[in-house]
């Protein structure tokens, strides 16, 4: 059962342009959610985060938006850089359970 | 460098056999998760170890087991090995383990089971 899920599999944008990565999941309690990059060869690495009592955190180019009512968020980059082109992983945890729930991933590639 | 090492990178072998794969959590860090990710899915969760003690369960099959050492390094240990255990398992790691913490992830291993 994937409680994150992830659409639009690959993502093609030109340099200086805005990426925007959507996640939508099923369960309720989840209360943190994050953003991992994953490069080839190399393990995911945390990005930015954003705890449900908030509907919005900025990290230099990297914004979260989250919409709690209708079990979504999205990820904003911008502007894309080359070096963003990588695979990024939406997760989600549930209070009191530290394991987190990912969707398959984003392939983001940015054209120089 | 996320501080997670994960040995070896690679792993090649065939049905039926027993692997070992292990992680050594970053510095301070109390917690290890073990991830599996197959061909075309996401990250799935397999167990999580606090301290050396087991903390939760996921998707984790009765043929693999784990454990986590005093010196906190942690085993991830898959038997009578199928095709299908084909995939990349990343370990993770954290302070505490507890909510809302980021995880810290190794590099990973690819088993490919022939």
């Known amino acids: 059962d994937q409680q994150v899920k992830q659409n639009s599999p690959s993502l093609s944008v030109q340099e200086g342009r805005i990426s925007i990565l959507n996640c939508d999941y099923t369960?309720?309690?989840?209360?943190?959610f994050l953003w991992y990059k994953k490069y080839p060869a190399e393990g995911p690495t945390f990005l930015i985060s954003i705890s449900s009592i908030k509907d919005k955190n900025e990290d230099g180019r990297f914004t979260v938006f989250l919409n709690k009512s209708a079990k979504h968020l999205s990820l904003h980059i911008v502007p894309s850089q080359p070096g963003d082109s990588a695979v990024y992983f939406c997760a989600a945890s549930a209070p009191g359970n530290n394991r987190l729930a990912f969707g398959k991933g984003n392939q983001v590639v940015v054209i120089p | 460098d996320s501080g997670v090492t994960q040995t070896p990178k690679h792993l090649i072998t065939a049905t039926g056999q027993r692997v070992t794969l292990r992680c050594s959590p970053r510095?301070?860090?109390?917690?290890v998760y073990w991830y599996q990710q197959s061909l075309d899915q996401g990250l799935q969760f397999l167990i999580h170890?606090?301290?050396?003690?087991?903390?939760a369960k996921g998707n984790i099959l009765e043929r693999f087991s784990a454990q986590q050492f005093p010196d906190l390094h942690s085993e991830l240990n898959l038997s009578s090995l199928e095709l299908g255990d084909s995939a990349l398992y990343f370990c993770a790691s954290s302070v505490m383990g507890g909510s809302n913490e980021k995880l810290f992830f190794g590099s990973g291993t690819q088993l490919s089971v022939l």
């Open positions: 510095s301070g860090d109390l917690s």
């Open positions: 170890y606090y301290n050396g003690e087991e903390r």
């Open positions: 369960n309720s309690m989840f209360d943190y």
